[in-house]
């Protein structure tokens, strides 16, 4: 059965401090990995993963994959109180046609 | 720009009866998802549709759950006989999908938050 787990559960930071959240996961037959960030309301879309090593940017995001160690990261530099969160994960594989398999999340804490 | 909507916003009712959500997906996207969220959780697949065929179910989508999409575009999710285990978030995703090896992500409505009393 797909997997994913996300650490850790839970973060507080100070504002201006960088921080990087895991995501591990096991997948039949691995097509995707998708971060999104959800505050009060609908999951929204950060970053789709498909190749090791590639990074991928927006802003001061990031997120890396590793398909060789089933894990992905995802980094946020000087944090902002408007990045508290929770940040899923979530894998695609094969065994579940296009549908995402999510985490647990991440829930993300940023101090003044 | 319009995204994915959902309707109602927010449903209190009664154990035992009936509730009816509605997803308005993006227009031009073709698979449409239903997913259930709880307290603490991520978001748990339930079913999903290309255009008006539903594809593929959960083992979580017991037989009081139905789910249609009669002209490809928007759906409904109904609980039939609610129960108070039923109490969640029902979010809906949509996305385009251009062949076998398509891979765009799923955009997610702001929810319907099912209350039972």
């Known amino acids: 059965e797909d997997k994913v787990v996300q650490s850790p559960l839970s973060l507080v930071v100070h504002e201006g401090d960088t921080v990087t959240l895991n995501c591990s996961y096991e997948?039949?037959?691995?097509?995707?990995l998708l971060w999104y960030k959800q505050e009060k309301k609908a999951p929204t879309f950060l970053f789709m993963l498909?190749?090791?090593?590639i990074e991928k940017k927006s802003g001061r995001l990031s997120s890396i994959l590793d398909k060789k160690e089933l894990f992905s990261i995802l980094n946020i530099t000087a944090t902002q109180t408007g990045d508290s969160a929770i940040y899923l994960c979530?894998?695609?594989?094969?065994?579940?046609?296009?549908?995402?398999?999510f985490g647990k999340g991440t829930s993300l804490l940023v101090t003044p | 720009d319009t995204g994915v909507s959902q309707d109602p916003r927010h449903k209190i009712t009664k154990r035992g009866q009936n509730v009816t959500f509605r997803c308005d997906p993006i227009?031009?996207?073709?698979?449409l998802y239903w997913y259930r969220q709880t307290l603490g959780q991520g978001p748990e697949f339930l079913t999903y549709?290309?255009?008006?065929?539903?594809?593929?179910k959960s083992r979580l989508l017991s037989d009081r759950f139905s789910a249609e999409r009669p002209k490809g575009s928007f759906s409904t999710l109904e609980i039939q006989r609610t129960e108070q285990g039923d109490s969640a978030m029902y979010l809906c995703?949509?996305?385009?999908?251009?062949?076998?090896?398509?891979?765009?992500?799923?955009?997610f409505g702001d929810g319907t938050r099912l209350s039972i009393l």
């Open positions: 498909t190749s090791s090593g």
């Open positions: 995703a949509s996305s385009l999908v251009m062949g076998p090896y398509s891979n765009q992500p799923q955009h």
């Open positions: 549709f290309q255009n008006e065929a539903q594809l593929e």
């Open positions: 227009s031009e996207h073709n698979r």
């Open positions: 979530a894998v695609v594989g094969s065994n579940s046609g296009y549908a995402l398999n």
């Open positions: 997948v039949t037959n691995f097509r995707s």
